[in-house]
C-alpha cells in the first residue's frame, strides 16, 4: 500500500510566519505535488517535482516555493504567509508511467490569523 | 473553457437508485482518465481508472467516449455510503506529469 504522510494535519500560523509543509512517501515514485483546495475551486496545483532537486511550477506558484532534496520528501514554503494562503493543502505521489494514478497524503489544514 | 468541467451538483438520490455524472474535457490528446472520491474533510482516493473500452467495478460502471470527449461514471443500486463528491481527473498530456482535477460532484444518498 502506498503511503503518503503530511507533518501535520491543522496549523495555525500569523501573518508573515515562514511555513514549511512537509510530505513523505514510501513507494520511490519519481514524481510529486502540492495542491491546495478550496471551495468552489477544487484542486489547484502548486507546483510538482519529477525528481531531486527538479521542481516546475504548476497553476498557482505565486508566494509559495519547494524543496525536494530526497527522492521521498517534497517540501512546501510559504515565505511570508498571508491571510489569502488559508486552505487544506494536500501532497501527492505518482510513478512515472502515464496511465499511473496519484496517491494523496491526508491533508494539511493551514489557517493563517 | 476549463480543462475538465463536472456539474458540482448535489445530487441527492435514494438508497438503490441509480445515478450517473458526466464530465468533460477540453484536450482532444489527454491520454487517461480517473475517478476519485472525496470524502468530506478527506483526501481525494482513486476510484477507478477509465479505460477506452469501458470497465466496471462492481456497481460502478466507467465509460470513456474520445469522439465528445466526456467520461461517465454510472452507480447502481446506491448505498448511504456511496454519498461523496467524485472528481474527473484527467492526463492532458500523457506523459508521467501533472494530473487535471475537476472540480467534482456532490452526491448525497438518502434513506
Known amino acids: 500500500d502506498v503511503k503518503v504522510t503530511q507533518s501535520s494535519r491543522y496549523l495555525v500560523k500569523r501573518t508573515g510566519e515562514k511555513v514549511f509543509l512537509e510530505c513523505v512517501q514510501d513507494?520511490?515514485?519519481?514524481?510529486m505535488f502540492w495542491y491546495r483546495q478550496d471551495p468552489g475551486l477544487g484542486l489547484r496545483l502548486i507546483y510538482f517535482?519529477?525528481?531531486?532537486?527538479?521542481?516546475e511550477k504548476g497553476d498557482i506558484p505565486e508566494g509559495y516555493s519547494v524543496s525536494r532534496e530526497k527522492k521521498e520528501r517534497f517540501s512546501l514554503i510559504l515565505e511570508s504567509a498571508s491571510t489569502n494562503q488559508t486552505s487544506m493543502y494536500l501532497c501527492?505521489?505518482?510513478?512515472?508511467?502515464?496511465?499511473?494514478?496519484?496517491?494523496f497524503g491526508p491533508g494539511t489544514r493551514l489557517t493563517v490569523l | 473553457r476549463k480543462e475538465v468541467e463536472q456539474d458540482p451538483g448535489p445530487f441527492n438520490v435514494p438508497e438503490g437508485a441509480t445515478v450517473a455524472f458526466n464530465c468533460t474535457y477540453s484536450?482532444?490528446?489527454?491520454?487517461?482518465f480517473f475517478w476519485y472520491r472525496q470524502d468530506c474533510r478527506k483526501e481525494p482516493k482513486l476510484l477507478m481508472s477509465?479505460?477506452?473500452s469501458g470497465n466496471e467495478d462492481g456497481r460502478f460502471t466507467a465509460q470513456l467516449n474520445r469522439a465528445s470527449q466526456y467520461i461517465s461514471l454510472l452507480i447502481r443500486d446506491s448505498k448511504l455510503s456511496d454519498s461523496a463528491t467524485y472528481l474527473c481527473?484527467?492526463?492532458?498530456?500523457?506523459?508521467?506529469?501533472?494530473?487535471?482535477f475537476g472540480t467534482g460532484t456532490r452526491l448525497q444518498v438518502t434513506l
Open positions: 501527492a505521489s505518482r510513478a512515472a508511467g502515464s496511465t499511473d494514478t496519484q496517491y
Open positions: 513507494m520511490d515514485h519519481e514524481n
Open positions: 517535482s519529477y525528481d531531486v532537486k527538479m521542481k
Open positions: 484536450n482532444s490528446a489527454s491520454q487517461s
Open positions: 477509465v479505460y477506452s
Open positions: 481527473v484527467v492526463n492532458p498530456t500523457g506523459n508521467a506529469s501533472k494530473l487535471t
